[in-house]
């Protein structure tokens, strides 16, 4: 069965610093997906970046960017330049061929002024 | 982008009554919608899923006649939690996809509190 593990409960940093958000998985699968989601206190849940497995090159949504190392099987985010409206709990998913998603326990980022 | 319209966004009520959650697709079609329960500082947890037009599929240990769940069209999925009691309070959440390669995009949530 595919895991997912986020081994960062809480992390917090200053305004305009950079920061990155651990996440590991465990599959026997090939090609899949990986997704970066953030919560912010008003609990939506918004996609921030997702990743196909067959794409060596890592992806990036403005100040958002992946370390995706398929062989170590590890699915870090890196968060340029944090402001403050990052503050919110930050869940990796995994979707395999089931196409369900997998969901890590969340790492809860504090951006402080 | 795809948006998901989720209704009641906070709901409270006494123990024994039934309660209606809303979940719609505004933009697509979603053949595809899941429910997912929160509870307070921890991820989610997937109750089902459901695909246009046929019965849902529970995960294990959720039951099915506390939790029902409709998906009559493309664009709508309602959760009913019936019979609901304290233990039911909880953070639900739903999401909707088109295809299956396609990110799931979430609704807002429901607060649900019950007296």
Redesign the interface.
């Known amino acids: 069965a595919q895991t997912v593990t986020q081994s960062q409960p809480e992390m917090s940093v200053q305004e305009a610093e950079t920061v990155t958000l651990s996440c590991t998985y465990d599959t026997s699968e090939n090609n899949y ?1 990986l ?1 970066w ?1 953030k919560q912010p206190p ?6 921030v970046i ?1 990743q196909e497995a067959y794409k060596q090159q890592n992806a990036t949504e403005n100040r958002f960017s992946v370390n995706f190392q398929k062989a170590a099987k590890s699915f870090s985010l890196k968060i340029s330049d944090s402001q403050l409206g990052d503050t919110a709990m930050y ?1 990796c998913a995994f979707k395999g061929g089931n ?3 997998i ?4 790492t ?1 980022l504090i951006i402080k002024p | 982008g795809a948006v998901v319209s989720q209704h009641p966004s906070w709901v409270i009520c006494k123990s024994g009554t039934s309660v209606k959650i809303e979940c719609r697709s505004l933009d697509f079609q979603a053949t595809t919608m899941f429910w997912y329960r929160q509870f307070p500082k921890q991820s989610l947890m997937l109750m089902a899923t459901s695909n246009e037009g046929s019965k849902a599929t529970y995960e294990q240990g959720v039951e099915k006649d506390k939790f029902l769940i409709n998906h009559a069209s493309l664009t709508l999925s309602t959760l009913t939690v019936t019979s609901a009691h304290p233990e039911d309070s909880s953070f639900y959440i739903c999401s909707a996809r088109d295809f299956e390669n396609q990110p799931q995009h979430f609704g807002d949530g429901t607060r649900l509190s019950i007296l």
Request: avoid cysteine; proline fraction near 0%; aromatic fraction near 32%.
């Open positions: 997906y997704f989601y008003s609990r939506q849940m918004i996609l997702r869940f196409y369900q998603l969901w890590g326990a969340g809860k």
